[in-house]
T-cell receptor, first 115, second 111 residues
């Protein structure tokens, strides 16, 4: 069973379109994340949700809107896609313990190409 | 911003131990040291983490210096499948939940 799954794996679309990426985790974790890895391979946090509540919102354009319908799902909707949005997007989840430990499990990634 | 310093790359012979260093001289008392790796085109994979004590699991060992300003990840018997980018990260979920990835160390295991 896949612990953290993302769909689609590949997404090719035109500039200006609106698209969504879905993420699901079956680990029972209470926290989920979206990361972006650009062409230079740097991984950067975009958003984090804890128990369906937004807790991290880095300086991401408001064209990006995360939605968490329940603890097991965190979807990413992107409006008016731009060339610079081309990247690999990774979803992750974790169970944050009172000790402070935060081991994150990552999905396989969604490669978004904007033409 | 990454708070760690790692070598850009290193080679390792298959079957030998790979020792990956990491400096984190500004680490705070409540920050853990995490190690992740990313094999080409895959999502990052958790390896190990520690606070003060040395840790070992089925994948690797983590040695943290007494002053906690540096650590070493040890892959005891490197295989070709261990070729990946290895990231050393310091993070405290009491401050925030995010992991700040730097450039990491590109480890190439050679036959």
């Amino acid at each position: 069973d896949t612990a953290v799954s993302q769909t689609p794996k590949y997404l090719v679309t035109q500039m200006g379109n609106d698209k969504s990426i879905k993420c699901e985790q079956n680990l029972g974790h209470d926290t989920m994340y979206w990361y972006k890895q650009d062409s230079k391979k740097f991984l950067k946090i975009m958003f984090s949700y804890n128990n369906k509540e937004l807790i991290i919102n880095e300086t991401v354009p408001n064209r990006f809107s995360p939605k968490s319908p329940d603890k097991a799902h965190l979807n990413l909707h992107i409006n008016s896609l731009e060339l610079g949005d081309s990247a690999v997007y990774f979803c992750a989840s974790s169970q944050v313990f009172s000790s402070g430990s935060n081991e994150q499990f990552f999905g396989p990634g969604t490669r978004l190409t904007v033409l | 911003d990454a708070k760690t310093t790692q070598p850009t790359s290193m080679d390792c012979a298959e079957g030998r131990a790979a020792n990956l260093p990491c400096n984190h001289s500004t680490i705070s008392g409540n920050e853990y040291v995490y190690w992740y790796r990313q094999i080409h085109s895959q999502g990052p994979q958790y390896i190990i983490h520690g606070l003060k004590n040395n840790e070992t699991n089925e994948m690797a060992s983590l040695i943290i210096t007494e002053d906690r300003k540096s650590s070493t990840l040890i892959l005891p018997h490197a295989t070709l499948r261990d070729t990946a980018v290895y990231y050393c990260i310091v993070s405290a979920s009491s401050n925030d939940y995010k992991l700040s990835f730097g450039a990491g160390t590109t480890v190439t295991v050679r036959a």
